[in-house]
Protein backbone atom coordinates (compact mmCIF):
# COMPACT_ATOMS: atom_id res chain seq x y z
CA UNK A 1 0.00 0.00 0.00
CA UNK A 2 0.75 3.38 -0.85
CA UNK A 3 0.75 6.13 2.57
CA UNK A 4 0.63 9.44 1.65
CA UNK A 5 1.16 12.45 3.67
CA UNK A 6 0.82 15.83 3.32
CA UNK A 7 2.25 19.38 4.61
CA UNK A 8 3.04 22.46 4.57
CA UNK A 9 -0.85 24.37 4.68
CA UNK A 10 -0.72 27.16 6.94
CA UNK A 11 -2.61 30.75 7.04
CA UNK A 12 -1.25 32.91 4.43
CA UNK A 13 -2.91 36.70 3.42
CA UNK A 14 -3.78 37.15 -0.33
CA UNK A 15 -0.66 37.47 -2.66
CA UNK A 16 1.50 35.12 -0.35
CA UNK A 17 2.78 31.61 -0.99
CA UNK A 18 2.98 28.31 0.31
CA UNK A 19 4.48 25.35 -0.86
CA UNK A 20 2.83 21.75 -0.13
CA UNK A 21 4.51 18.59 0.43
CA UNK A 22 3.52 15.06 0.06
CA UNK A 23 5.44 12.58 0.97
CA UNK A 24 4.96 8.76 -0.10
CA UNK A 25 5.63 5.26 1.37
CA UNK A 26 5.40 1.97 -0.26
CA UNK A 27 7.39 0.52 -3.45
CA UNK A 28 7.26 2.31 -6.64
CA UNK A 29 6.80 6.40 -6.27
CA UNK A 30 8.26 6.53 -10.32
CA UNK A 31 5.47 4.73 -11.64
CA UNK A 32 2.59 6.63 -10.03
CA UNK A 33 1.06 9.37 -11.52
CA UNK A 34 0.70 12.12 -8.98
CA UNK A 35 -2.09 14.85 -8.06
CA UNK A 36 -3.21 17.61 -5.96
CA UNK A 37 -7.06 18.69 -5.50
CA UNK A 38 -8.75 20.50 -2.94
CA UNK A 39 -11.97 20.70 -1.52
CA UNK A 40 -13.40 23.64 -0.15
CA UNK A 41 -16.51 24.08 2.36
CA UNK A 42 -19.56 22.85 0.78
CA UNK A 43 -17.74 21.64 -2.68
CA UNK A 44 -17.13 18.82 -4.23
CA UNK A 45 -13.24 17.48 -4.71
CA UNK A 46 -11.83 19.28 -7.83
CA UNK A 47 -8.57 18.71 -9.34
CA UNK A 48 -5.88 21.30 -9.17
CA UNK A 49 -3.02 19.87 -10.67
CA UNK A 50 -1.35 16.28 -12.09
CA UNK A 51 2.38 15.36 -13.09
CA UNK A 52 2.74 12.09 -14.60
CA UNK A 53 5.43 9.40 -14.51
CA UNK A 54 7.14 11.66 -17.83
CA UNK A 55 6.92 14.86 -16.12
CA UNK A 56 3.80 16.12 -18.02
CA UNK A 57 1.57 18.08 -15.72
CA UNK A 58 -1.67 19.26 -16.12
CA UNK A 59 -2.99 22.65 -14.12
CA UNK A 60 -6.69 23.58 -14.07
CA UNK A 61 -7.43 26.79 -15.22
CA UNK A 62 -7.83 28.60 -12.03
CA UNK A 63 -4.41 27.93 -10.87
CA UNK A 64 -2.46 28.11 -14.38
CA UNK A 65 0.92 31.03 -13.68
CA UNK A 66 0.23 30.41 -10.05
CA UNK A 67 1.20 27.15 -9.32
CA UNK A 68 3.84 24.75 -9.86
CA UNK A 69 3.43 20.99 -9.50
CA UNK A 70 6.66 18.74 -8.79
CA UNK A 71 8.28 15.50 -7.96
CA UNK A 72 11.20 14.39 -6.52
CA UNK A 73 11.40 10.49 -6.96
CA UNK A 74 14.51 10.35 -5.02
CA UNK A 75 12.58 11.55 -1.95
CA UNK A 76 9.43 9.90 -3.05
CA UNK A 77 7.65 13.32 -2.48
CA UNK A 78 5.41 15.72 -4.43
CA UNK A 79 5.34 19.41 -3.85
CA UNK A 80 2.89 22.05 -4.82
CA UNK A 81 4.08 25.67 -5.19
CA UNK A 82 1.22 28.13 -4.79
CA UNK A 83 2.30 31.60 -5.27
CA UNK A 84 0.14 34.91 -5.64
CA UNK A 85 -2.68 32.76 -3.89
CA UNK A 86 -6.31 34.35 -3.79
CA UNK A 87 -8.83 33.97 -0.78
CA UNK A 88 -10.67 31.44 -3.74
CA UNK A 89 -7.63 28.96 -3.06
CA UNK A 90 -8.81 28.48 0.62
CA UNK A 91 -9.56 24.71 1.04
CA UNK A 92 -8.31 21.41 2.14
CA UNK A 93 -5.74 20.07 -0.29
CA UNK A 94 -5.25 16.32 -0.64
CA UNK A 95 -2.59 14.56 -2.53
CA UNK A 96 -3.55 11.56 -4.87
CA UNK A 97 -1.51 9.01 -5.99
CA UNK A 98 -2.63 6.76 -9.26
CA UNK A 99 -1.21 4.25 -11.27
CA UNK A 100 -2.39 0.76 -13.31
CA UNK A 101 -2.24 -2.29 -11.21
CA UNK A 102 -1.03 -5.46 -13.91
CA UNK A 103 -2.80 -3.57 -16.45
CA UNK A 104 -6.14 -4.80 -14.87
CA UNK A 105 -7.19 -1.85 -12.04
CA UNK A 106 -6.36 1.56 -10.88
CA UNK A 107 -4.93 1.95 -7.66
CA UNK A 108 -5.91 5.24 -6.42
CA UNK A 109 -4.55 6.09 -3.12
CA UNK A 110 -5.22 9.78 -1.25
CA UNK A 111 -3.50 11.53 2.04
CA UNK A 112 -5.64 13.22 4.57
CA UNK A 113 -5.40 16.90 3.60
CA UNK A 114 -3.57 19.63 4.12
CA UNK A 115 -5.74 22.96 5.19
CA UNK A 116 -5.00 26.01 3.16
CA UNK A 117 -6.37 29.25 4.25
CA UNK A 118 -5.88 32.54 2.62
CA UNK A 119 -7.73 35.40 4.06
CA UNK A 120 -6.70 38.86 5.31
Known amino acids: QVQLVESGGGLVHPGGSLRLSCAASGSFFSLYTMGWYRQAPGKQRELVAT???????NYADSVKGRFTISRDNAKNTVYLQMNSLKPEDTALYYC??????????????WGQGTQVTVSS
Open 96 to 109: NAKRLYSGLQMLDY
Open 51 to 57: ITIGGTT
